[in-house]
C-alpha cells in the first residue's frame, strides 16, 4: 500500500517510525520542499510549478495505491520523455510535474539536505524555526548534489560525512575506495 523511498545518498540517523505512520490525507506522496540554490530559483516556474511546490525526491512517502490508481509511474516516463528540453533533475522533474499539487509538505528533519544545512534562504523555505529544529535533529540526512557532496567523495566537507562512514563500516562492504581519488586531490585533502 505505501513505500518509504530514500536515496542512495541518504541516511537514516533516528527512527523512521513517525514518517511512516504519517498519514498522507489523500495525498500521492509525502516529501520535503526542495531548497534551490540562487542560480536555480526558475527552475520550477519553468516547469509550470511554484517554487514552494516543487519537492526533492531523496526521500518519498508513497501512496504506492494511489500512484498506481492514478497512473503516475506511466505519467512520469512520458513526462520524462516529452519534456527533455525542460528537465534539468530528470526523475524529479517529472515526479513534480506528474504529482502537481497532491504532495503531503514534510517537515525539513525528513530530508535535511546539504541545501538546508549550508543555503541562508532555507529559512525562507520553512521558517527558521523549522530549519533550526531540522539542523539540530536530523532524521535523515541526504547528501543531495553532484561528486565533492557525496560523503564517499575524498574531498568532501560536509557534516555528517563521518556519521555515514560509521554506518559504511557496519555494512557488508565496510571498505570504500573514494571517488575523486587524484593526486591533485590527494594534496588538496592533506593541505586542509
Not at 72 to 92: C, D, H, M, N, Y
Not at 176 to 188: D, E, F, R, Y
Request: charged share 25%; glycine share 8%; hydrophobic share 40%.
Amino acid at each position: 500500500e505505501r513505500v518509504l523511498y530514500r536515496d542512495a545518498d541518504a541516511i537514516a540517523v533516528d527512527s523512521l517510525a513517525p514518517l511512516w505512520h504519517t498519514e498522507l490525507a489523500g495525498n500521492l506522496v509525502g516529501a520535503v520542499t526542495n531548497v534551490f540554490q540562487h542560480d536555480h530559483l526558475e527552475h520550477a516556474g519553468r516547469l509550470g510549478l511554484e517554487r514552494s511546490a516543487y519537492f526533492n525526491t531523496g526521500v518519498m512517502l508513497l501512496d504506492l495505491d494511489g500512484l498506481r490508481r492514478e497512473r503516475i509511474p506511466e505519467e512520469v516516463v512520458r513526462i520524462a520523455a516529452s519534456k527533455r528540453e525542460l528537465i534539468g533533475f530528470p526523475e524529479q522533474d517529472a515526479m513534480n510535474v506528474a504529482v502537481r499539487g497532491r504532495r503531503l509538505a514534510l517537515h525539513p528533519r525528513w530530508n535535511v539536505m546539504n541545501s538546508i544545512l549550508g543555503f541562508a534562504s532555507a529559512a525562507e523555505v520553512f521558517g527558521e524555526a523549522a530549519v533550526a529544529e531540522a539542523r539540530e535533529s536530523p532524521a535523515i540526512r541526504h547528501f543531495e548534489g553532484p561528486s565533492v557532496n557525496k560523503p564517499w567523495h575524498l574531498l568532501c566537507e560536509r557534516e555528517g560525512r563521518e556519521l555515514y562512514h560509521s554506518h559504511r563500516r557496519r555494512t557488508p562492504w565496510p571498505r570504500v575506495i573514494p571517488a575523486g581519488l587524484t593526486p591533485g586531490n590527494l594534496l588538496s585533502r592533506a593541505r586542509s
